[in-house]
């Protein structure tokens, strides 16, 4: 089942923060985010594990929340190399696949 | 460093052909991944491999095969290609063992169905 992202895109000045969101109906193993700029391949950011664990990557950070089933990717003093589509990837117990969002679409201007 | 490679960045083919796309990694990884990406719409799964000759059909398999006769190797088959299959086609590794395992991309496949 594929996870919903939101909001489906965001533009943000360099230095602001912003938060993005990854929600499942299903029961959640871990949420793993990445980030994909324009004619390039996904690269792996981080992993949440269920547990609530919170990963840093720099001043990208994320949390899980596993009564919601819900994971929020906060970028922090954005940076114009943020700018790119971030996919969340969910995956469920005993299952080696991961189900992927549509993608938020974030740009960071001047 | 992790190193997943795909045959062609740019292919063009023409309705009913059969093309081939092929995936390399560097990694001794047991999972390999095909996806489909399309504006809007995401990642979606067409096919993994767990091992060696092993496949499961992902979410879209419909149009398409594999082969896995290699562990670096993941083969994605389109056997009568149509225009619908133009798409940019994206393989991922990973290794087995734990629900965890973080997906490598490649650079990815732009096909294009004339």
């Known amino acids: 089942q594929q996870p919903v992202q939101s909001p489906q895109a965001v533009i943000l000045r360099e230095g602001e923060d912003a938060v993005i969101n990854c929600s499942s109906s299903?029961?959640?193993?871990?949420v793993h985010w990445y980030r994909q700029k324009h004619g390039e391949a996904p690269i792996f950011l981080m992993i949440l594990l269920k547990g609530g664990e919170q990963k840093g990557h720099d001043k990208i950070s994320a949390s899980f929340n596993e009564k919601k089933q819900q994971s929020s990717l906060y970028l922090t003093a954005s940076q114009l190399s943020y700018s790119g589509t971030y996919f969340c990837g969910t995956a469920r117990y005993g299952n080696n696949r991961l189900a992927f969002g549509k993608g938020n679409q974030v740009v960071v201007i001047p | 460093d992790v190193k997943v490679t795909q045959s062609s960045r740019y292919l063009v083919k023409r309705t009913g052909e059969k093309v081939f796309l092929e995936c390399v990694q560097d990694m001794d990884h047991e999972n390999m991944f095909w996806y489909r990406q399309d504006p809007g719409l995401g990642l979606r799964l067409i096919y993994f491999?767990?091992?060696?000759?092993?496949?499961e059909k992902g979410d879209i398999p419909e149009g398409y095969s594999v082969s896995r006769e290699k562990k670096e190797r993941f083969s994605l088959i389109l056997e009568s290609a149509s225009t619908n299959q133009t798409s940019m086609y994206l393989c991922a590794s990973s290794f087995t063992g734990q629900d965890w395992e973080t997906q490598y991309f490649g650079p990815g496949t732009r096909l294009l169905v004339l």
């Open positions: 491999s767990y091992d060696v000759k092993m496949k």
């Open positions: 299903k029961a959640l193993y871990s």
